[in-house]
């Protein structure tokens, strides 16, 4: 992208001519007829929700708005596809002018910096992904809570949730840029306390993965049986339950979710024995039957393998993260399995005992030797 001085932008064209052609096509409108006050509604709704989200009304076409930013069609077109919302009709007036704010201060930002394509589409497509994401999990919540709290239907709890999007979205704003400040702020913690002492040389890393990381699963058993026959709601707070607590026992141990994977979870840690610590809390879960315990959490394997990992697009890759998923499929209920390596970096710790399982054979990575991880005896 160019890098572009903020230019003038042009104020919405004149409205249409209700006589003129654009009346004739306006899709309430049908040939012959009579108005559909159900699209008519809908797009009043719709203006409504730009008004309030979007900062305004969408009045540039994808032309328009590549030329008041300097840019190119298909510079517009791919930011807006790496955002996760890719132009389908170049002359629909689709954009905004906060659109056009928004992609001068990009360029500015990919010129300054000097980023190549590779580092554009990465960070662009970072923020596509996680608000995309974040967005629907926030509204569908919103739906639930509304469902809950007034007694309605899914379909009367989402128009509800509609009617209250402007008013909510400023607070879920500063929360959505507060939490982000924060969590910029845990990273370079992370990273200032990891490598500001690090002296590396070109070749130093000899092709490593980059960072040690103790890296886990905990996957839920018998997923499929248990959910078998649940309706939405009640397989919403199965699986919402499941990943709170999850989230809560590994965090409070330590450790970081990476992702949530429908019946499994997957966690880091920085060091070996945080590692073993939250794997444990959450090898504590599921009743003395089989079943979910008093806080409805179902047993679950868990798994921990210590070894370097590649960090990229919000998740991890590595031999030690193909490897720990391996050691969660055959690991026995509330039970945490390791490798012989994890095992050899955990012995000596007095909190932690250690058993050796027979070896087994797994798909892509040869036999194993797992080893048992659990608390060591304290009477």
Request: net charge negative.
């Amino acid at each position: 992208m160019p890098h572009p001085d903020t230019p003038d932008l042009p104020a919405a064209g004149p409205a249409a001519d209700p006589a003129g052609p654009a009346a004739d096509a306006h899709p309430t409108v049908p040939r012959g007829g009579t108005p559909d006050p159900t699209l008519a509604a809908g797009q009043v709704t719709a203006a409504r929700l730009d008004e309030a989200l979007l900062g305004g009304e969408r009045s540039l076409s994808l032309d328009e708005l590549a030329a008041v930013t300097e840019l190119t069609p298909s510079d517009v077109e791919a930011y807006w596809s790496w955002l996760g919302l890719p132009v389908t009709d170049p002359s629909e007036k689709a954009f905004t002018r906060d659109d056009a704010d928004a992609l001068v201060d990009v360029a500015r930002f990919v010129a300054d910096e000097e980023l190549d394509l590779r580092a554009q589409t990465t960070l662009v497509r970072s923020m596509g992904h996680t608000t995309e994401r974040l967005a629907l999990w926030q509204v569908e919540g919103l739906v639930e809570h509304m469902a809950r709290r007034f007694g309605l239907d899914d379909t009367s709890a989402r128009l509800l949730v509609l009617d209250r999007l402007p008013a909510l979205a400023p607070a879920l704003e500063r929360q959505l840029l507060h939490a982000w400040r924060r969590q910029l702020a845990a990273v370079a913690g992370r990273f200032a306390t990891e490598f500001s002492g690090a002296r590396i040389t070109p070749g130093d890393d000899g092709g490593r993965l980059p960072l040690p990381r103790a890296v886990g699963f905990a996957d839920i058993v018998s997923f499929t049986k248990r959910t078998a026959g649940l309706g939405s709601v009640e397989l919403a707070e199965f699986v919402q339950t499941f990943e709170t607590e999850a989230r809560d026992r590994i965090t409070a141990a330590g450790g970081r979710v990476v992702k949530t994977i429908g019946d499994a979870v997957l966690f880091v840690a920085d060091d070996v024995a945080t590692g073993a610590e939250v794997a444990l809390r959450l090898a504590v879960s599921g009743g003395a039957d089989g079943g979910p315990d008093e806080a409805g959490v179902p047993p679950v394997r868990v798994s921990l393998v210590w070894g370097r990992v590649l960090s990229r697009f919000g998740d991890v890759f590595g031999t030690s993260v193909n490897l720990a998923a391996r050691l969660t499929d055959i690991a026995e209920p509330s039970t945490v399995l390791i490798d012989r390596d994890t095992a050899a970096a955990l012995r000596g710790d007095p909190r932690f005992a250690l058993t050796a399982q027979p070896e087994r054979e797994v798909q892509g990575l040869g036999v194993i030797e797992p080893v048992r991880l659990q608390r060591a005896y304290a009477g």
